[in-house]
Every structure is written in structure tokens, then in C-alpha cells.
């Protein structure tokens, strides 16, 4: 069983969303990994039993690389696998871009294109005594309202989001173009790609590639036999071909090869053996 929805609201300026699993969530039959796309967000999870995360670069990896049982995982440009099938229970949350701070003191930019173990950003016994409390609350949705909690609770050292940067992605939400947004920030191009990439942990020409490779994500997810010429003007690409060079930088995977593994979640792809 899944447990999805959206934080209290102190922290939805923070948090995208919480999300729990208990340990008898189904796999599919003779699944081993799962390719996780990036998706423009920093997630932490926090595993409960079972072993700890394993992820490998690509599928063609054969050893993998343990990365710990709560991790954060930060911005990417690439996808990676990971070992599925074991069942643990995990609890974790999506975060805003800028909201790197709410878990850590490290800059986003530090933090991208990377795992980091959560004993790393955390002081050791707030993490066990976390996990042990989790642990010992069997419902999903009291298992949230304890993370959400101790997320609440550092809210109070958290420091504020750089208005510049929260107005940023707010206008390359809506479409606006990198040089309009940077003249009107006041500051010079250098200066504002270096703020940006710290504490987005994507500079900006690569948050919006990525804005827009989400946006095709979502689209082939949603319409599985909508045309991918039609597909790639809608979600902002110059035509099909430009979509697919872009879906395989962004995934490995050509749009055509997604569909036909038709995940069940847009940005899970489960990997037959």
C-alpha cells in the first residue's frame, strides 16, 4: 500500500509532496530494477528495514553502488537505476526547487547529480530516533504526520528563499525566456547563473531542458497513443526529432521504447531482467 498527498501547509512552500509505503508493497513479477527519470526535484526517502538503497549508473552496470537506508537524492540531468523487490517500507518527500536548505545547510549545487546518506546532513541520533519512531507507527498516514513534524520543526532555522530566485522560477514556470528574466533580475548573466545553480542545483539553461523533458514525460505518460510529432510541439520541443534527442539524453530511452515499457508510474520505468 501508497500513501501520496500534499504536506500541511507550513511547508508547502518547501514541499511538493510526503509520500509513505509499508513493507508488502507489491513488485512486479521478475523485476530487478527500476529506472527512475529525473524529474526537476530533490527527494529524501527514509527506508524502514529491509536492505539499504542500491543504485546503479546505468542498466548495464552489474555491481551497483550501496548508498545507505535514507538518502537524499539531489538534482539530476541523467537518470539511474535502482534495485527494487525487497519490499521495505520508506517514507519520504518531494522538495521545491531553492528548498535544499529545509534538510540540509549544504547549497543544492553541492548536492546535485548525486545520492548523499542523510547521517551525512542530519546529527546521527535525530535520524535513528526518527526511524525508530516510524518504525514503531504502523499507519501510513501517522507515519506522515511524524516526518511532517520534524520537517516543521526546521523550518524555524531555515533560511528564506532569495526572492530573486523564487521570482525566477516562478517566471520559468510560466515560459519565459532565461534573457528576459535575467535583465529584469538587475544583476549581470555570470552573476545570476551562479546564484541560481547554487541553489537550484541546475544552472538555468538546464532547469528549462529539463522543465521541458518532464513536460514530455507527463504527455507520452498520459496520452499513450497521441502522435509524438503532436506530443513534442506540446510540450515545447522544435519538432519529433529534437524531442527524441532530447528523451534520450534526459533517460536513455527514446519516446518509442517508454511507451512500449509502458510504466505504470511516468517516472518509475520498471527494467525486465
Given amino acids: 500500500m501508497a500513501l501520496r498527498r500534499m504536506p500541511k501547509p507550513a511547508l508547502q512552500p518547501f514541499v511538493s509532496s510526503v509520500w509513505a509505503t509499508?513493507?508488502?508493497?507489491?513488485?512486479?513479477?521478475?523485476?530487478?530494477?527500476e529506472l527512475m527519470l529525473p524529474a526537476g526535484a530533490m527527494h529524501v526517502a527514509i527506508r524502514l528495514g529491509g536492505s539499504p538503497l542500491r543504485i546503479y549508473t546505468d542498466p548495464a552496470d552489474a555491481a551497483g553502488t550501496v548508498v545507505g537506508g535514507s538518502v537524499l537524492n539531489g538534482m539530476r540531468l541523467r537518470a539511474y537505476c535502482k534495485a527494487t523487490g525487497d519490499g521495505a517500507a520508506c517514507v519520504g518527500a518531494l522538495l521545491k526547487p531553492g528548498a535544499a536548505d529545509l534538510l540540509s545547510n549544504t547549497p543544492a549545487g553541492a548536492l546535485a547529480g548525486r545520492h548523499t546518506n542523510l547521517e551525512d546532513l542530519w546529527p546521527r541520533a535525530d535520524l535513528a530516533d526518527l526511524r525508530e519512531r516510524l518504525e514503531a507507527t504502523p499507519a501510513l498516514d501517522r507515519r506522515l504526520d511524524l516526518f511532517e513534524a520534524v520537517l516543521e520543526r526546521r523550518l524555524a532555522s531555515l533560511r528564506r528563499i532569495d526572492p530573486m530566485i523564487a521570482h525566477a522560477l516562478?517566471?520559468?514556470?510560466?515560459?519565459?525566456?532565461?534573457?528576459?528574466?535575467?535583465?529584469?533580475?538587475?544583476?549581470?548573466?555570470?552573476?545570476?547563473?551562479?546564484?541560481?545553480?547554487?541553489?537550484?542545483?541546475?544552472?538555468?539553461?538546464?532547469?528549462?531542458?529539463?522543465?521541458?523533458?518532464?513536460?514530455?514525460?507527463?504527455?507520452?505518460?498520459?496520452?499513450?497513443?497521441?502522435?509524438?510529432?503532436?506530443?513534442?510541439?506540446?510540450?515545447?520541443?522544435?519538432?519529433?526529432?529534437?524531442m527524441t534527442r532530447e528523451f534520450r539524453a534526459f533517460s536513455g530511452l527514446t519516446p518509442g521504447r517508454y511507451r512500449r515499457l509502458a510504466p505504470v508510474e511516468a517516472r518509475h520505468v520498471l527494467l525486465a531482467p
Avoid: M, W
Fill in 22 to 33: 509499508d513493507a508488502t508493497a507489491p513488485t512486479p513479477l521478475g523485476a530487478r530494477r
Fill in 170 to 242: 516562478c517566471r520559468f514556470d510560466g515560459g519565459s525566456a532565461i534573457a528576459g528574466v535575467v535583465r529584469d533580475s538587475g544583476v549581470s548573466h555570470r552573476h545570476f547563473v551562479r546564484v541560481f545553480t547554487e541553489a537550484v542545483g541546475l544552472s538555468p539553461k538546464s532547469n528549462l531542458r529539463l522543465h521541458r523533458f518532464d513536460a514530455a514525460v507527463t504527455h507520452l505518460h498520459a496520452a499513450p497513443e497521441a502522435s509524438l510529432a503532436d506530443l513534442a510541439a506540446l510540450a515545447g520541443y522544435a519538432d519529433q526529432a529534437h
